[in-house]
């Protein structure tokens, strides 16, 4: 692996405050960050489209000066640019190969716009394996006078009926990083004849959860013990994953979602939950491929 962090850029405000929020990320890590900026400038029908001068000045404006805002801000950090003509999701793929992480705008006003309607944001995620985060401009998003990360805590969403180890994985490695507590979440549903109207049975409910409560413990016990210094608060619930998550997310400085890793070139390659996190979180969201 090139240890590196890439981040996106197109102008907007939102891709601005992931390149902040990237750089404070590199320095966590103690990586290079690399500014990619990358644009099809290709026109619709009747519109004429800049020279190639114009755009290539724009856009090495745009990288470079963005870039010596982040080095002002961070002397110690090592800082990358690039510029692309070509189509912006496969030009970041390519250059983030290898890469520790992707970081995106979440509502760009130019090539990353709707990232969750299918552009480019939603094309990277669903190309690569490296995990990319999403992030907002929010206040959060923007740079901090201690040039760090808010001092919020990590919260990851899993499915202990489906391998998390990746999840898990990159959510104690950034809990550890940040020294702060890591949030577990798992959302569980009651059997349709347990859980409702005149079926239900209390006991039954109080056994089910007894049995989620202990497996989320059995998946955790691991990396407890590999993460020591890492505090844990798990949490096992009824209820949808989504509504749950994106409740926790106003304390959450990031959160933790993952993706898996489909083959085929057709259906769907962000899960339901994913979607919905990405759609109404504010917290910047890490989506993590696995298996």
Same mark, same amino acid.
């Given at each position: 692996?090139?240890?590196?962090i890439? %981040?996106?850029?197109d102008?907007?405000?939102?891709?601005?405050?992931?390149?902040?929020w990237?750089?404070?990320?590199a320095?966590?890590?103690?990586?290079?960050?690399?500014?990619?900026?990358?644009?099809?400038?290709s026109?619709?029908?009747?519109f004429?489209?800049?020279t190639s001068?114009?755009?290539?000045?724009? !856009?090495q404006?745009?990288v470079?000066?963005t870039a010596?805002? @982040?080095?002002?801000?961070?002397? /110690?950090l090592?800082v990358?640019?690039?510029?692309?003509?070509?189509?912006?999701?496969? /030009? #970041?793929?390519?250059? !983030? !190969?290898g890469a520790?992480?992707?970081? @995106?705008?979440?509502?760009?006003?130019?090539? @990353?716009?709707?990232? *969750?309607l299918?552009?480019?944001?939603? %094309?990277?995620?669903?190309e690569?394996?490296?995990?990319v985060?999403?992030?907002?401009?929010?206040?959060?998003?923007?740079p901090?006078? &201690?040039?760090?990360?808010?001092?919020?805590e *990590?919260l990851?969403? *899993?499915?202990?009926?489906?391998?998390? &180890?990746?999840?898990?994985?990159?959510?104690?490695?950034?809990?550890?990083?940040? %020294?702060?507590?890591?949030?577990? #979440?798992?959302?569980?549903?009651?059997?349709?004849?347990v859980? $409702?109207?005149? !079926? $239900?049975?209390?006991?039954?409910?109080?056994?089910l959860?007894?049995?989620?409560?202990?497996? #989320?413990?059995?998946?955790?016990?691991?990396w407890?013990?590999?993460h020591?210094?890492v505090?844990v608060?798990?949490?096992?619930?009824?209820g949808?994953?989504?509504?749950? #998550?994106?409740?926790m +997310? +106003?304390?959450?400085?990031?959160?933790?979602?993952?993706r898996?890793?489909?083959?085929?070139?057709?259906?769907?390659?962000?899960?339901?939950?994913?979607?919905?996190?990405?759609?109404?979180?504010? +917290?910047p969201?890490a989506v993590?491929?696995?298996?």
């Amino acid at each position: 692996m090139n240890d590196r962090i890439v %981040a996106g850029l197109d102008g907007s405000a939102e891709s601005l405050a992931a390149a902040h929020w990237a750089a404070r990320e590199a320095l966590l890590r103690g990586v290079p960050l690399h500014l990619v900026h990358a644009e099809d400038w290709s026109s619709p029908r009747g519109f004429p489209a800049p020279t190639s001068d114009v755009r290539r000045h724009w !856009a090495q404006a745009l990288v470079s000066e963005t870039a010596d805002e @982040l080095r002002e801000s961070h002397p /110690e950090l090592e800082v990358d640019v690039r510029s692309f003509d070509g189509r912006p999701a496969a /030009e #970041l793929v390519g250059v !983030a !190969a290898g890469a520790n992480m992707i970081v @995106l705008g979440s509502r760009g006003l130019g090539t @990353l716009t709707g990232f *969750v309607l299918g552009s480019v944001g939603m %094309a990277v995620i669903r190309e690569t394996v490296r995990p990319v985060v999403m992030v907002r401009a929010s206040e959060d998003a923007v740079p901090h006078p &201690d040039g760090r990360h808010a001092a919020r805590e *990590v919260l990851v969403g *899993v499915d202990i009926s489906r391998p998390c &180890d990746a999840l898990l994985a990159f959510a104690f490695e950034e809990a550890a990083r940040r %020294a702060c507590t890591l949030h577990v #979440l798992h959302s569980w549903s009651l059997p349709p004849l347990v859980g $409702y109207g005149a !079926a $239900y049975d209390p006991r039954v409910h109080a056994q089910l959860e007894m049995s989620a409560e202990a497996s #989320l413990r059995d998946v955790l016990a691991p990396w407890r013990a590999k993460h020591t210094d890492v505090g844990v608060i798990a949490r096992s619930s009824v209820g949808h994953a989504a509504t749950e #998550l994106i409740g926790m +997310a +106003a304390e959450a400085g990031l959160i933790v979602v993952g993706r898996r890793i489909r083959r085929s070139s057709v259906g769907a390659h962000i899960g339901p939950v994913t979607h919905a996190v990405l759609h109404h979180s504010k +917290a910047p969201v890490a989506v993590i491929a696995h298996e």
